[in-house]
């Protein structure tokens, strides 16, 4: 598919979600409701780390009557959530299933600089992506580049 007909059906499928989106906002009190939780949502913000949390709060700021779900996958649990606030806690919760998704770097092959016909392994290193409120800002030990 050459890439002006590729791009042309990707700009009129979005354009076809923007107008769904916006039917569905102007009619939303004429639509069913959730069965299981009687609650409709405007949006729907999928973690709660920094970009999440400042996303809720300028909707709520910016649009009047409007309704907003806040996902995180990371616990509820506030002895958890108040290790975290310390940075002298965080060995506590570093690399826990409760609260990291336990990701690392890949190891990395380069060309040495001494010897360039040698290779050396740069080994991979735990890459902190946290799941509590707050995101990896709550986890890293307020280590910032």
């Not at 060309?111 to 890293?140: H, M, Q, W």
């Amino acid at each position: 598919m050459p890439f002006d007909l590729k791009l042309d059906k990707e700009l009129k499928d979005d354009a076809e979600i923007r107008n769904l989106w916006l039917e569905s906002i102007h009619i939303r009190d004429q639509q069913q409701i959730f069965k299981k939780t009687n609650e409709f949502y405007d949006f729907i913000i999928v973690g709660a780390g920094t970009a999440g949390c400042v996303l809720a709060r300028e909707l709520i700021y910016n649009i009047p009557n409007i309704n907003i779900l806040v996902l995180e996958a990371g616990p509820p649990n506030t002895q958890v959530n108040d290790i975290m606030r310390s940075p002298c806690g965080f060995p506590s919760v570093h690399r826990t299933s409760e609260t990291d998704w336990g990701y690392s770097t890949e190891d990395q092959k380069m060309p040495s600089i001494v010897d360039p016909t040698k290779e050396v392994l740069n080994k991979g290193f735990p890459y902190a992506r946290a799941k509590v409120i707050g995101g990896c800002s709550t986890v890293n030990a307020m280590v910032y580049m």
